[in-house]
């Protein structure tokens, strides 16, 4: 049944709204795709176990120039790739909006929710932001929503990808909690030809802005280290294929990354394949 949030897409922001006109007619240059994946296969290589990100100093993103406002940074803005499932493009049947979904706000994303309901396969991973106001002494943001999604162990999108266009796992909303916090449960993502492994996030300033698809005040991407997708993807099963890929890409070649290695946008992660990973990342946002 839908929530009483379930209501028309608003109006996005005209970047968003370009993006979103290009993928629908079929076109997307390489300038715009932040995200180069979806039919294709996985790939990654070797073993380790953890790594952190800087969350201090100033750095430059993708789309903006990440800043320094007293002792955190606002992360770079990113594309949201020719994925997002928000409302802002289409798939094979037309609006891809996971947002209007029911079930869409949860903290665990591995099943997809409303008439689907499969399942992502895949290394136990919890994904938790930490929304911080980098404008204002990065006083945490409680009460602001975030949308999170990402691909499949197999490299492909829900709601896209020819193989799972009629599932929506992988992409779920959350609301910060009093420490600013939202927790995800979810799985490894593999890494898919030309792209870094990523998880890709928009956030809002209220739940009811989340499920409209409307008013984002940032939309970036966290960058998964270089340890923990090297033991994922030599030694989890149904991540043979990530391997490869993982191999020929690196933070500094990625199209997103590569302006300053991700600085901003490494999560620091601990874990194993066997009892599963944690991802956590401070998010600074200028409200």
């Known amino acids: 049944m839908p929530t009483p949030f379930d209501h028309l897409l608003s109006s996005q922001a005209a970047r968003r709204r370009a993006l979103g006109l290009i993928a629908s007619a079929g076109v997307m240059p390489l300038s715009l795709l932040g995200c180069g994946g979806g039919d294709s296969s996985s790939s990654?290589?070797?073993e380790d176990t953890s790594t952190s990100g800087s969350t201090s100093g100033s750095t430059s993103g993708s789309t903006d120039t990440g800043s320094t406002t007293g002792t955190c940074s606002t992360i770079p803005s990113e594309t949201a790739g020719p994925y997002p499932?928000?409302?802002?493009?289409?798939?094979s049947s037309g609006v891809a909006n996971a947002l209007l979904l029911s079930g869409i706000v949860r903290s665990d994303i591995r099943t997809s929710v409303d008439t689907a309901s499969g399942t992502a396969e895949g290394v136990p991973l919890?994904?938790?932001?930490t929304l911080v106001d980098s404008g204002n002494s990065c006083a945490v943001l409680a009460g602001y929503a975030v949308y999170l999604w990402h691909a499949t162990r197999d490299g492909e999108?829900?709601?896209?990808?020819?193989?799972?266009?009629?599932e929506n796992y992988l992409r779920?909303?959350?609301?910060?909690d009093a420490n600013g916090q939202v927790s995800f449960t979810t799985i490894f993502p593999g890494c898919y030809s030309g792209r870094w492994p990523h998880i890709h996030f928009e956030v809002y300033p209220s739940l009811a802005s989340a499920t409209s698809g409307?008013?984002?005040v940032k939309t970036s991407q966290l960058a998964l280290p270089a340890s923990a997708c090297a033991q994922v993807y030599a030694n989890a099963s149904g991540y043979a294929s990530s391997a490869t890929n993982f191999?020929?890409?690196?933070?500094?070649s990625d199209n997103v990354f590569g302006n300053d290695s991700g600085v901003l946008q490494l999560a620091t992660v601990t874990g194993s394949v066997s009892a599963g990973f944690a991802a956590t990342l401070q998010v600074g946002v200028a409200v």
């Open 44 to 46: 990654s290589v070797a």
């Open 85 to 91: 499932g928000d409302g802002t493009n289409s798939n």
């Open 126 to 129: 919890t994904v938790t932001l």
């Open 157 to 166: 999108y829900s709601m896209y990808s020819s193989a799972v266009v009629g």
């Open 172 to 176: 779920g909303v959350q609301v910060s």
């Open 214 to 216: 409307a008013n984002d």
């Open 247 to 252: 191999g020929n890409i690196s933070l500094a």
